[in-house]
T-cell receptor, first 110, second 111 residues
Framework: AQRVTQPEKLLSVFKGAPVELKCNYSYSGSPELFWYVQYSRQRLQLLLRHISRESIKGFTADLNKGETSFHLKKPFAQEEDSAMYYCALSGKAAGNKLTFGGGTRVLVKP | GAGVSQSPRYKVAKRGQDVALRCDPISGHVSLFWYQQALGQGPEFLTYFQNEAQLDKSGLPSDRFFAERPEGSVSTLKIQRTQQEDSAVYLC?????????FGPGTRLTVL
């Protein structure tokens, strides 16, 4: 069975401080990993995916297959980063359906 | 262009009523997904369509839940004899490849 775990429900950091959101997964096969973000009163949207290996809004995430992790990092948090963040995985064997973690709320304080 | 739209945005139903939730995907998107998001949790997969074919309905919680996409575009999720535990946000997403585009969701409250 595939599973995604986000151990932190809430992360509170000050503006300019680094932020790291943890994500661990279990999946039999080669998963595709994603981070989705939901800003206040907006719809869920893709932030980044591991296959693109790009940085979006200063965020990066590295897939560590040995530790089955896909942690999201940003060196200098901004107030506009305050949002709900969901880690998700999919796989061809699962028909590309997404399995989400429980989400982490990030609050960036001024 | 227009994104995924869902209607109604909010629905209040009395326990035992039937409800129908609509999803208009992005034009040309072959794949369509329904998810259920309970309060304080991440979205959970319900069902998946490729064009008009329902290829996976393993996430539907009971036989009271039924989804269709008869012409391979608009989809409807129907819940019969609603129960309080059905209260949640129902999300629809469409895709051409790996990236899924989500609608705003329908918040269903069952009293």
């Amino acid at each position: 069975a595939q599973r995604v775990t986000q151990p932190e429900k809430l992360l509170s950091v000050f503006k300019g401080a680094p932020v790291e959101l943890k994500c661990n997964y279990s999946y039999s096969g080669s998963p595709e990993l994603f981070w989705y973000v939901q800003y206040s009163r907006q719809r869920l949207q893709l932030l980044l995916r591991h296959i693109s290996r790009e940085s979006i809004k200063g965020f990066t995430a590295d897939l560590n297959k040995g530790e089955t992790s896909f942690h999201l990092k940003k060196p200098f948090a901004q107030e506009e980063d305050s949002a709900m963040y969901y880690c998700a995985l999919s796989g061809k064997a699962a028909g590309n359906k997404l399995t989400f973690g429980g989400g982490t709320r990030v609050l960036v304080k001024p | 262009g227009a994104g995924v739209s869902q209607s109604p945005r909010y629905k209040v139903a009395k326990r035992g009523q039937d409800v129908a939730l609509r999803c208009d995907p992005i034009s040309g998107h072959v794949s369509l997904f329904w998810y259920q998001q309970a309060l304080g949790q991440g979205p959970e997969f319900l069902t998946y369509f490729q064009n008009e074919a329902q290829l996976d309905k393993s996430g539907l919680p009971s036989d009271r839940f039924f989804a269709e996409r008869p012409e391979g575009s608009v989809s409807t999720l129907k819940i019969q004899r609603t129960q309080q535990e059905d209260s949640a946000v129902y999300l629809c997403a469409s895709s051409l490849d790996e990236e899924q585009f989500f609608g705003p969701g329908t918040r269903l409250t069952v009293l």
